[in-house]
């Protein structure tokens, strides 16, 4: 068996891959402290909560923290004797190399749901990731990731609020009844729902203009099912889309690489 891990600013999840269906997805906190066998007894005692006792005999990760791949590194050999395979290495083959301006890197998290858009969708895609950043990853007709967009994550943004002006509370993100706010809440629910389906319907739009052709959008990440309610921002959602890019690397590797 498979065991995708996806490591983010924020959470780190962990997705167990049987060959056809994913058996379960845990998620925890990325903390760049914690030890290989910290992560074992973790990922050991949520498993049997499941009640599933999985043979994993591979393992790959996608990190946009360096830090932390030493312990996830070390928790892969050391519990499962598998050498990691590991995004954004040289080592990693990809199934498309991305096009973009020469020294340049790219995310792993994008090379990432690149493939894993491309094998499900074909391509001429946007894939709106909402994370603690939320990016606009382009992928051409071919699967190559050509490049894209940054912006703040929707949380960030709230908390940014939050932090820099006194006045303003922490608040939770949903989508408001009105635009118009009538207390403070709902005023600042408002600018960051609102605001952040103005940013994504007008970034597509531009990016379709740039390319000058018809592009599907594809929306992933937690918050990307709130920003469709009732919006027509997304051609489709997926949930799973960065955990199966990651089947899909590990398997071109299996076929054409050191694996």
């Keep these: 068996m498979l065991l995708c891990i996806d490591c983010g600013n924020t959470n780190t999840v962990f997705s167990i891959w049987d060959g056809a269906r994913f058996l379960c997805t845990l998620r925890t906190s990325t903390e760049h402290q914690r030890t290989a066998d910290q992560y074992f007894v973790w990922f050991t005692t949520l498993v049997e909560h499941h009640g599933i006792r999985p043979e994993i005999t591979d393992v790959i990760i996608s990190s946009t923290v360096p830090r932390v791949v030493f312990n996830l590194r070390v928790f892969a050999d050391r519990y499962f004797n598998a050498r990691p395979l590991v995004v954004g290495r040289p080592d990693c083959l990809l199934p498309h190399p991305p096009r973009v301006d020469a ?145 899909v690397i590990h398997a071109y590797n299996k076929e054409n690489g050191p694996l």
């Design 103 to 247: 020294g340049s890197g790219v995310g792993p998290d994008r090379l990432v749901n690149t493939a894993g858009a491309f094998d499900r969708h074909g391509g001429d895609l946007i894939v709106v990731d909402f994370g603690t950043a939320t990016t606009f990853d382009v992928v051409a007709q071919d699967g190559a990731y050509i490049g894209g967009v940054i912006a703040p994550g929707v949380n960030l943004s709230l908390e940014a609020l939050h932090m820099a002006a006194a006045a303003l509370p922490h608040v939770d993100i949903t989508k408001p009844q009105r635009v118009v706010g009538t207390n403070t809440v709902a005023c600042m629910q408002s600018g960051i729902f609102w605001g952040y389906v103005g940013l994504i319907r007008e970034l597509c739009e531009r990016i379709r203009g740039e390319s000058d052709r018809p592009m599907k959008v594809i929306g992933t990440g937690g918050l990307a099912s709130l920003f469709a309610s009732g919006e027509v921002l997304f051609d489709t959602i997926e949930d799973d889309l960065t955990m199966h890019g990651l089947t």
